[in-house]
């Protein structure tokens, strides 16, 4: 291993610190490129990651508004006020990430039939019903679930 790569694996923020005073002196020689690259890409990855993560729990959230209002009305009233208060911070969150990554707007409905697949089974779970009862495919657009007036009917 060379030792433009060793303090990588030792000290990741020393070696950030390290690459960007490299950087701001024009030292390119001295630029560990392979992980440099690397964490370029990871910081896209962790802007994408944290999109899908806000849809999860949008969608986990919506679910439960959908769901709790046919099959659990009792759940439903009791619970129906911190739901929508989810739904709405999760869907700031989005705009707002989406506003400092206009480009991740075109990820988003890959990124939401992801999460449903993992919101669905989770708001069954936590409702405790069968998640056969939760349609497979999201009946939503990305639109409206993004949409700060949308509701799912119940």
């Known amino acids: 291993m060379s030792t433009k790569t060793e ?10 610190q390290e690459q960007a005073a490299h950087l701001r002196e024009g030292a390119w020689q001295e630029l560990d490129l392979e992980h440099l690259i690397e964490e370029i890409e990871d ?12 849809l999860l ?4 959230h919506l679910l439960k508004l959908a769901l709790a209002a046919v099959h659990l009305p009792h759940d439903f009233a009791r619970a129906e006020r911190g739901w929508r208060v989810t ?15 206009p480009s991740l707007r075109r ?15 989770e708001a069954a779970a936590a409702l405790e019903i069968d998640d056969a009862t939760v349609p497979t495919q999201c009946q939503w657009t990305p639109e ?11």
């Open 87 to 101: 739904c709405r911070t999760q869907r700031l969150l989005i705009a707002k990430r989406l506003r400092r990554n």
């Open 7 to 16: 303090l990588y694996d030792q000290d990741l923020y020393a070696w950030a």
């Open 43 to 54: 910081v896209g990855h962790s802007q994408q990651d944290a999109l899908a993560s806000h």
């Open 107 to 121: 990820t988003v409905p890959d990124e939401l039939a992801d999460a449903y697949e993992i919101a669905r089974v």
């Open 144 to 154: 409206q679930v993004l949409d700060t007036d949308f509701w799912p009917e119940g």
């Open 57 to 60: 729990l949008l969608l986990t």
